[in-house]
């Protein structure tokens, strides 16, 4: 154990106090980026002039043949507290003594901020490069479906017509604004960390930009005593993670209601609907209730790595650690998420009949025939009044709006114009030219603004550097 008996000389730890205290378990999965962050760290020391070139060297082919080792599957952290750990006591197993110069001038403090930053990093630029696939699959629906006519609910009663390419866009626009709050977590996470120390940064002539630029970060953290005790990146990401689940939870619960008998709007394809081992006769939309379910998990998270966070006095405590299990499992999570929503979306589809259905049954047009009063010089308060009163008397006997035209005619003329003007629900959708509406230009709009933000998201995770790319430029650099 280096942290106790072989830095400090102590006793060992007792084995129930390590089995409770370590932290390898969840950090195993942050090998490369703990080996990634070793070199760059040690490039530093090295031309700092701090350690020797022999044993910079003698190192450097050490972390590089971990790094190799893990990847063939032949090394695997054990044994110690934490994956730092793990790593540097078999470093000092391979290389002996000489590894001990590996940790001058920094801790594992801000060695597992470095860890963390280097995670939720690539999380971001993976999440993004999802999202994008997300936007271009959602936009090319909107587009495909957008003569399908369909209720918009409000309430969940139904409330005014409406294309299936705009309902495809209103969710394309919950994860258009995703991104964004991807991106912001990207801004947040792009500082480095390293060489703060424990706390109070060091005496020894370190140079914090070396490893920053190494590893692609645009600048370094401001204060040790705060970057120590800091996880706002993993909160951002975790916020942003969690909210994306959240929209895709809204999603699922109108695909699963539109996926049943009772609306009938969609139907699923064989592929992805799940089968009842009682009932022969169930297609059920399990895939979708599992995203929605899903984001139980997410804001499960949120609250945790809030709740540890809070009241923490400054600097490192050991509570921090606790962020791993939220962290890693919120970037597992959303992932499956895409994954399951990229495979399901283009297997749903709309049954135009039934949707349409929906729309004559009903008097989704009420507001229609109110603004054609309103184009007739009527006060709005009065027309809706007027609608109302004609639209109870229909629904009494039991009438469709387009048959009330007979009712009105008797007692409110005007309002029987203003009926027979109102087209059939397709010129309902048709007229709507207000920004950000049902009508066709706008929706085409919508989907062309969608697919900007794909390609925007698209570049930002184009723009991240990857683990391996880091690990094959650092393992060429000349030491
Ligand atoms: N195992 C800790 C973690 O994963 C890192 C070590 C923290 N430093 C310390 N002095 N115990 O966060």
Redesign the pocket.
Known sequence: MI?KTDAAGGPSLLPEVLAFSS?LEQ?RALLREDLVGSMAHLAMLSRQGIVPAEAARAIHEGLVGLWRDAEAGEFVPAGE??V?MAVEAELTRRLGDVAGFLHTGR???DQ?ALDLRLFVRERCADVLEGLSELLALVAARAEADRAVLLPAYTHRQRAQPVSAGYWWAAYGAMFARDVEALRFALGQVDASPLGVG?IAGTSLPTDRRIPQELLGFSRLTLNGLDTVGDRDFALDFVYSASRFLLHASRLAADVVDFASSEFGFLVLDDAIACGSSLMPQKKNPDVFELVRGRSGQGLGALVQLFTTLKGLPGG?N?D??ED?APLLGTAANVLAVLGALRVAIPRVRFDPVRCRAALDRDHTQATDVAEALVRAGVPFRSAYRRVGTVVRKAQGAGLGLMQAAELAREVDPELAVALESVGDVAASVAGKRSAGSTGPAEVDRQIAALRQVASEARTAAASVPRLAQLFLALSGASR
């Open positions: 942290a932290s950090d507290e934490d730092h801790s594992r403090n597992v424990a490192y050991r921090l650690q791993r």
